[in-house]
């Protein structure tokens, strides 16, 4: 395709991207030249909002509508957000601007239909564009790519890059961009992942970049002290901020549970009958009263098989009523309550005969570090390429509401109105299953006195306590 426009971009046969950019009234601010210029296979830019990402990455991907691979054929790439609409934005400034180049009359497909997620453009001449989410990874199955733009890649899983974006992109020795506003200081994130790869000299495939929302001088021409900059600053804590509008890699921001992942910590779990089984209480009236029923394997794998909640209702009556006439109550070894309520758990012990454990209380950020260990994922197996399961795992049908407060509902404070007199802790609400779950894991490894870990040994009996 040739075009008076296209005419003014390429220089003998090659495509000039900073000319193209020029007529398609797209003038990059300095600190998106920086990352468009950058020579790397893959580049990571972990950005503030309203920085330009998605004007960055759909301009990357625009530019190889008219550019063939070294193969000499027609590029073919895809946009990967973590849901449809989150690549819809990049695939959209692709969209209008080849439109307005007359591209829609000379192509096979040119859709953009947000609802059902098809969002694909297919050219005459062979150039292919596409929309895939990583809510559905069986979209993400495929060869031969030369390009991807990951949105959003904050809330995007490494492993999601890794299975099956990284293979697709080998046959032509494709290239990747990642960006977003960072979510998490975790290897689960693909943003962090890739960042702390493009910040290792070693990796020279690598690039990566740390774009504070001010060094957009376009949209904050007061860069660090614009009045907008300013202002968030003002509504925000000091780590928030330097995630939103810093671009900065915090850990206390956003979700508590920052290593959960569906993926690896959801799981359709079965009473298993040669393991011992426990329960952990968080006390509620108006707010729940949360029970969960754990079991611990012979490898010292954790299983929360259910949970039970219960509001407006007492102790006393919960116990009467409904555990002691529970199923599962003969197999209860033990239940681990909150210290800070004796008489509640003195009810509970005497109406269901069960004995309640001890040292489950202390520092709250004790209690999460022991849960944030068991949900680690461990590597895949070097040889063999098999993973383990993390210690911890959650049924996926009976503990809804757990699942979504260590997915997403348990978080750290935004706002500074939020913050609570000890600045260390996390937002007192959504908390009620990881309180429970935090009462068992001190109360348990404290008693056997060692760390939140596997046992190694093929053969353990794990005994009743």
């Given at each position: 395709?040739?075009?008076?426009?296209?005419?003014?971009?390429?220089?003998?046969?090659?495509?000039?991207?900073?000319?193209?950019?020029?007529?398609?009234?797209?003038?990059?601010?300095?600190?998106?030249?920086?990352?468009?210029?950058?020579?790397?296979?893959?580049?990571?830019?972990?950005?503030?909002?309203?920085?330009?990402?998605?004007?960055?990455?759909?301009?990357?991907g625009e530019v190889t509508c008219f550019v063939r691979n070294q193969l000499g054929n027609p590029q073919r790439g895809w946009?990967?957000?973590?849901?449809?609409?989150?690549?819809?934005?990049?695939?959209?400034?692709?969209?209008?601007?080849?439109?307005?180049?007359?591209?829609?009359?000379?192509?096979?497909?040119?859709?953009?239909?947000?609802?059902?997620?098809?969002?694909?453009?297919?050219?005459?001449?062979?150039?292919?564009?596409?929309?895939?989410?990583?809510?559905?990874?069986?979209?993400?199955?495929?060869?031969?790519?030369?390009?991807?733009?990951?949105?959003?890649?904050?809330?995007?899983?490494?492993?999601?890059?890794?299975?099956?974006?990284?293979?697709?992109?080998?046959?032509?020795?494709?290239?990747?961009?990642?960006?977003?506003?960072?979510?998490?200081?975790?290897?689960?994130?693909?943003?962090?992942?890739?960042?702390?790869?493009?910040?290792?000299?070693?990796?020279?495939?690598?690039?990566?970049?740390?774009?504070?929302?001010?060094?957009?001088?376009?949209?904050?021409?007061?860069?660090?002290?614009?009045?907008e900059i300013l202002d968030a600053e003002e509504d925000l804590t000091a780590d928030e901020f330097a995630r939103q509008y810093?671009?900065?890699?915090?850990?206390?921001?956003?979700?508590?549970?920052?290593?959960?992942?569906?993926?690896?910590?959801?799981?359709?779990?079965?009473?298993?009958?040669?393991?011992?089984?426990?329960?952990?209480?968080?006390?509620?009236?108006?707010?729940?009263?949360?029970?969960?029923?754990?079991?611990?394997?012979?490898?010292?794998?954790?299983?929360?098989?259910?949970?039970?909640?219960?509001?407006?209702?007492?102790?006393?009556?919960?116990?009467?009523?409904?555990?002691?006439?529970?199923?599962?109550?003969?197999?209860?070894?033990?239940?681990?309550?909150?210290?800070?309520?004796?008489?509640?758990?003195?009810?509970?012990?005497?109406?269901?005969?069960?004995?309640?454990?001890?040292?489950?209380?202390?520092?709250?950020?004790?209690?999460?570090?022991?849960?944030?260990?068991?949900?680690?994922?461990?590597?895949?197996?070097?040889?063999?390429?098999?993973?383990?399961?993390?210690?911890?795992?959650?049924?996926?049908?009976?503990?809804?509401?757990?699942?979504?407060?260590?997915?997403?509902?348990?978080?750290?404070?935004?706002?500074?109105?939020?913050?609570?007199?000890?600045?260390?802790?996390?937002?007192?609400?959504?908390?009620?299953?990881?309180?429970?779950?935090?009462?068992?894991?001190?109360?348990?490894?404290?008693?056997?006195?060692?760390?939140?870990?596997?046992?190694?040994?093929?053969?353990?009996?794990?005994?009743?306590?």
């Open positions: 395709m040739t075009t008076p426009l296209l005419n003014k971009a390429v220089k003998g046969k090659v495509l000039r991207k900073d000319l193209y950019f020029h007529e398609t009234g797209y003038d990059p601010h300095p600190a998106q030249w920086e990352v468009h210029r950058s020579p790397a296979r893959f580049r990571a830019c972990s950005n503030g909002r309203r920085w330009g990402k998605t004007l960055l990455g759909g301009k990357e946009i990967i957000g973590p849901n449809y609409d989150d690549g819809e934005k990049e695939f959209r400034v692709i969209y209008d601007s080849l439109k307005q180049l007359g591209v829609d009359d000379l192509s096979a497909k040119f859709l953009k239909n947000e609802e059902n997620g098809n969002m694909h453009i297919l050219t005459n001449w062979g150039w292919d564009c596409e929309v895939r989410s990583a809510a559905h990874p069986e979209s993400l199955v495929g060869e031969g790519l030369d390009w991807v733009v990951c949105a959003e890649a904050g809330r995007l899983q490494r492993t999601m890059f890794t299975q099956y974006v990284r293979p697709a992109l080998s046959d032509k020795r494709g290239w990747a961009l990642l960006t977003g506003v960072p979510e998490i200081a975790t290897d689960i994130s693909l943003l962090y992942w890739g960042w702390t790869r493009g910040q290792d000299t070693q990796r020279g495939a690598w690039d990566s970049f740390k774009m504070p929302s001010w060094t957009n001088t376009i949209a904050f021409p007061g860069g660090r002290t614009d009045p810093g671009g900065e890699f915090v850990e206390k921001v956003g979700r508590v549970m920052a290593e959960w992942s569906d993926e690896h910590h959801l799981a359709n779990l079965e009473y298993q009958r040669d393991w011992p089984l426990y329960a952990a209480v968080d006390y509620g009236y108006t707010n729940p009263f949360v029970w969960l029923w754990i079991q611990v394997g012979p490898f010292g794998e954790i299983n929360v098989i259910r949970e039970d909640r219960w509001e407006l209702r007492d102790s006393e009556d919960i116990a009467k009523n409904d555990l002691l006439n529970d199923p599962l109550m003969d197999a209860l070894v033990a239940f681990y309550p909150d210290p800070a309520e004796p008489d509640d758990t003195a009810i509970i012990s005497r109406i269901l005969k069960k004995p309640a454990r001890q040292n489950t209380g202390g520092e709250l950020r004790t209690r999460l570090g022991m849960i944030r260990s068991a949900l680690k994922v461990p590597e895949p197996h070097e040889q063999t390429g098999i993973q383990e399961r993390p210690l911890l795992q959650v049924d996926r049908n009976r503990c809804k509401t757990l699942a979504w407060e260590m997915r997403e509902g348990y978080r750290w404070p935004a706002h500074k109105t939020e913050v609570r007199n000890d600045s260390e802790l996390p937002m007192d609400k959504n908390n009620h299953g990881p309180e429970a779950l935090g009462r068992f894991f001190k109360g348990y490894y404290d008693a056997i006195g060692r760390e939140v870990r596997r046992t190694r040994q093929s053969r353990v009996r794990v005994r009743r306590r």
